[in-house]
Structures are given as structure tokens and as C-alpha cells.
């Protein structure tokens, strides 16, 4: 496509609950970043796919978190037994190679109750 | 929607006025430096980049400077329009690594 598109653009979920949030990068990028926004703070990194392998996974917080990109292309972040404080936005952004401007999509607006 | 510059810094300038936007880095390594423009309910958008073998790098309206020495990158844009409007975020990353640390962001607020 001709962006990154990430669905559901808002999700409302309550405590404990499985979510799973979707990301579509720009075709042909191998490289696929998922960060996550607080509110009135910068984005701040999740995880790195460099084509079908997580090369890096160090900003995860727990392991609530994981994400796979099992063809290299589309990414889906999973979050298990969900907490009020995951809620934030979880943005995706992809790249040509890893090292040139990420593009981001809108994000998903996580809400948990 | 919620606003990405709740509890941000603030700049406030007339239209058709200059905007200076400034960045301090704290790691000396980072050798590959990202302006971003973030618009409420909307992901940061791509401005400008720039790599540490450079000082300056200029785009339509908008020019970067860096200055290693001290740590500090700078975002100027010229003739600030009401479109300008939108959270300004700073992001580095480092030599062999891809992820990006991303400064606190500033809240440009154009005044017509």
C-alpha cells in the first residue's frame, strides 16, 4: 500500500483480556518497528523485524508482549492478560533497510479498563 | 482526540515568522539523527534526517543543523504556516542499532 496501515485505530478492552493489534508496512520494506506512545511523551521502541526474524525485542516490557511476522510482511503485536497501564498508542512504522526514514503508520489506540 | 502535547514544551510564533526548534541528545555515539511532525491522533510524519558527517541539511522550508560538540540538533522552518502546527519530535539512533530514542517533543502552536 501506499502507507503503513495499522487496525483496529482503536481498541477498548477490558483487564486480563488478549488483544492483538495489526500492522501492514509499505510493501517491499524489510524492516518493521513497532513503538509505543504514552501520552505527551515521544514513542518509545518496542521490538525491530528485519524481514521475518524479531532482530531486536529489547523494549519489550514483559512477556505479555510478543510479535511475530511470520511472511515478512504483515506484523501482528500480541498483548496477553492485559493491564490499565498498557494502555497507550502502539504505533508501526517500516523501512527500506533498516538505517533510512521509518515511515509510521497512525497507530492504534489501546484503552484498557 | 487526546493531544500528543499535553504537558509539552510550547512555541508560539506569527505567521510567516521563522521557527526554531531545539534538540539535546545525550548520546554521543548517535550518528543518524530524524526531525518529526506529530498531528493529534496521527503517527509521527517523516521531515527531515540528517547523519552525523554532516552539519546542515536543508529541505523545502525546513533546514537541520547539528552540532556535535555539544550535543544539540535544531530544527528551523521558515515562513511558519497554520499547517505547521503539530508536536516536533527529535529521534537518534546510534551506530549498528535501530532503534530510535525520541527527545520529549515540542508543541508548535502557529498564531495567525
Known amino acids: 500500500g501506499a502507507g503503513v496501515s495499522q487496525t483496529p485505530s482503536n481498541k477498548v478492552t477490558e483487564k486480563g483480556k488478549y488483544v492483538e493489534l495489526r500492522c501492514d508496512p509499505i510493501?517491499?520494506?524489510?524492516?518493521l518497528y513497532w513503538y509505543r506512545q504514552s501520552l505527551g511523551q515521544g514513542p518509545e521502541f518496542l521490538i525491530y523485524?528485519?524481514?521475518?526474524?524479531?532482530?531486536?525485542d529489547s523494549g519489550l516490557p514483559n512477556d505479555r508482549f510478543f510479535a511475530v511476522r511470520p511472511e515478512g510482511s504483515v506484523s501482528t503485536l500480541k498483548i496477553q492478560r492485559t493491564e490499565r497501564g498498557d494502555s497507550a498508542v502502539y504505533l508501526c512504522?517500516?523501512?527500506?533497510?533498516?538505517?533510512?526514514?521509518?515511515?509510521f503508520g497512525s497507530g492504534t489506540r489501546l484503552t484498557v479498563v | 482526540g487526546e493531544s500528543v502535547g499535553l504537558h509539552l514544551p510550547t512555541l508560539s510564533v506569527q505567521e510567516g515568522d521563522n521557527s526554531i526548534i531545539n534538540c539535546a541528545y545525550s548520546?554521543?555515539?548517535?550518528?543518524?539523527f530524524i526531525w518529526y511532525k506529530q498531528e493529534s491522533g496521527k503517527g509521527p510524519q517523516f521531515i527531515i534526517d540528517?547523519?552525523?558527517?554532516?552539519d546542515k541539511r536543508q529541505g523545502q522550508r525546513v533546514t537541520v543543523l547539528l552540532n556535535k560538540t555539544v550535543k544539540h540538533l535544531s530544527l528551523q522552518i521558515a515562513a511558519t504556516q497554520p499547517g505547521d502546527s503539530a508536536v516536533y519530535f527529535c529521534?537518534?539512533?546510534?551506530?549498528?542499532?535501530?532503534?530510535?530514542?525520541f527527545g520529549k517533543g515540542t508543541k508548535l502552536s502557529v498564531i495567525p
Open positions: 523485524f528485519q524481514g521475518t526474524g524479531a532482530a531486536d
Open positions: 540528517i547523519r552525523s558527517n554532516m
Open positions: 512504522a517500516s523501512s527500506l533497510t533498516g538505517r533510512d526514514g521509518y515511515t
Open positions: 510493501s517491499g520494506h524489510t524492516a
Open positions: 548520546n554521543s555515539a548517535s550518528d543518524y
Open positions: 529521534a537518534e539512533t546510534g551506530a549498528g542499532s535501530y532503534q530510535l530514542t
